[in-house]
T-cell receptor, first 113, second 113 residues
């Protein structure tokens, strides 16, 4: 069964304290791995798509990496405005629905000034 | 990327009634997706709506409970029928308007009393 597990569930950082969020996945075949940011009361906001092991993508203070079993979202020198829930999702090649995303439960990040 | 307008943003409904949620996209898209986000849970795909054909439902979701319409390439509705408190969730629509990413609406927060 295709599955996504994110850790930790919650993370509290001081402003400027770098850290990483983990997304472990089990899929029959990976079509793509997605990272989203979700603020309270809003829909998920797209951050990155990764397709193959070794791939990396960056956006401001965020960097996403991918291996064959997990992805990391590295946050460098975070600011309070980076506080949000970060969601990881996978798209499996074996799925009959090519558009289906399977989500993890998310990591809620709080950055204190 | 596509811009999605989802209505209503929130509602409080009596058990046994139905609520129809609307999703309007600012560009034509092939597939539209409906997700549910229960309190403290990850996003789960309810169904996929293609214009001109019946919606495809995921395991555990049925058409009688969640009827979907897709009258054209920019609009879809999801109805939550015969509601119970267990239906209290955030309902989100999503589209694959840009290659490699999926855009989400802002969600409908439903409370059933």
């Amino acid at each position: 069964e295709d599955q996504v597990t994110q850790s930790p569930e919650a993370l509290r950082l001081q402003e400027g304290e770098s850290s990483s969020l983990n997304c472990s996945y089990t899929v029959s075949g990976l079509r793509g791995l997605f990272w989203y940011r979700q603020d309270p009361g809003k829909g998920p906001e797209f951050l990155f798509t990764l397709y193959s092991a070794g791939e990396e993508k960056e956006k401001e203070r965020l960097k996403a990496t991918l291996t064959k079993k997990e992805s990391f979202l590295h946050i460098t020198a975070p600011k309070p405005e980076d506080s949000a829930t970060y969601l990881c999702a996978v798209q499996a090649t074996g799925s009959s629905n090519t558009g289906k995303l399977i989500f993890g439960q998310g990591t809620t990040l709080q950055v204190k000034p | 990327s596509a811009v999605i307008s989802q209505k209503p943003s929130r509602d409080i409904c009596q058990r046994g009634t139905s609520l129809t949620i609307q999703c309007q996209v600012d560009s034509q898209v092939t597939m539209m997706f409906w997700y549910r986000q229960q309190p403290g849970q990850s996003l789960t795909l309810i169904a996929t709506a293609n214009q001109g054909s019946e919606a495809t439902y995921e395991s555990g979701f049925v058409i009688d409970k969640f009827p979907i319409s897709r009258p054209n390439l920019t609009f879809s509705t999801l109805t939550v029928s015969n509601m119970s408190p267990e239906d209290s969730s955030i309902y989100l629509c999503s589209v694959d308007a840009t290659a490699g990413s999926y855009t989400f609406g802002s969600g409908t927060r439903l409370t059933v009393v």
